[in-house]
């Protein structure tokens, strides 16, 4: 049983684009984390959300706590964003993890 | 560069044997997460320290421990390695206390198992 779900697994996108990664989960939570894990292996974290919406530059993280749904949003998307984006449930004492999906985006 | 250092960047041993991992937070932060990110597994919680106590654990195997020092910075030991313990090991460390502030993460310890 997966407490996390992510989709798609998989996106490519032509630059430009708008993209929309969805995030899941089953448990409750105190926090859930957007991170960005790049080619090389490093991780960024992008975004904590405990309600509402937050937004850096291009990209925009939301959440409905009701539905126990959250998306990240890569407006005009560009391929240095290509990476694999992971969304992380915490639940004031465990983290829970999704897959990931790994982004391309084609000049 | 998230100002979180993490040492050896590669390590390679054989089954049997114990390691240690270490990681130096960023200035004025005082917890310490550690993560394992194995191929099949994906990333997972292990332990986070705050302030030098142990905060909250996940799913982390009787054979590893961990410790955070009074300068902060954090050693996670693997033992009795099998070849399924091969993985990249992130630490992260933050602020505060609970897990909803912003998480820096270090470059990783990539641990092959042989």
């Known amino acids: 049983k997966n407490e996390v779900e992510q989709s798609p697994q998989n996106l490519t996108a032509q630059e430009g684009e708008f993209i929309t990664i969805n995030c899941s989960y089953s448990?409750?939570?105190?926090?859930l984390h957007w991170l960005q894990q790049h080619p090389g292996g490093g991780i960024v974290s992008l975004f904590m959300?405990?309600?509402g919406k937050k937004k850096h530059g291009r990209l925009i993280a939301t959440i409905n706590i009701q539905e126990k749904h959250s998306s990240l949003h890569i407006t005009a998307s560009h391929p240095r964003d290509s990476a694999v984006y992971i969304c992380?449930?915490?639940?004031?004492?465990?983290?829970?993890f999704g897959t990931g999906t790994s982004l391309t985006v084609i000049p | 560069d998230s100002g979180v250092t993490q040492t050896p960047k590669h390590l390679i041993t054989a089954t049997g044997q114990r390691v240690t991992l270490r990681c130096s937070p960023r200035?004025?932060?005082?917890?310490v997460y550690w993560y394992q990110q194995s191929l099949d597994q994906g990333l997972q919680f292990l332990i986070q320290?705050?302030?030098?106590?142990?905060?909250a654990k996940g799913n982390i195997l009787e054979r590893f421990s961990a410790q955070q020092f009074p300068d902060l910075h954090s050693e996670l030991n693997l033992s009795s390695l099998e070849l399924g313990d091969s993985a990249l090991y992130f630490c992260?460390?933050?602020?505060?206390?609970?897990?909803?502030?912003?998480?820096?993460f270090g470059p990783g310890t990539r641990l092959l198992v042989l």
């Open positions: 992260a460390s933050s602020v505060g206390l609970a897990g909803q502030e912003t998480q820096y």
């Open positions: 448990v409750g939570i105190s926090a």
């Open positions: 959300l405990s309600s």
């Open positions: 992380a449930a915490f639940t004031g004492n465990q983290f829970y």
């Open positions: 200035s004025g932060d005082l917890s």
């Open positions: 320290y705050y302030n030098g106590e142990e905060r």
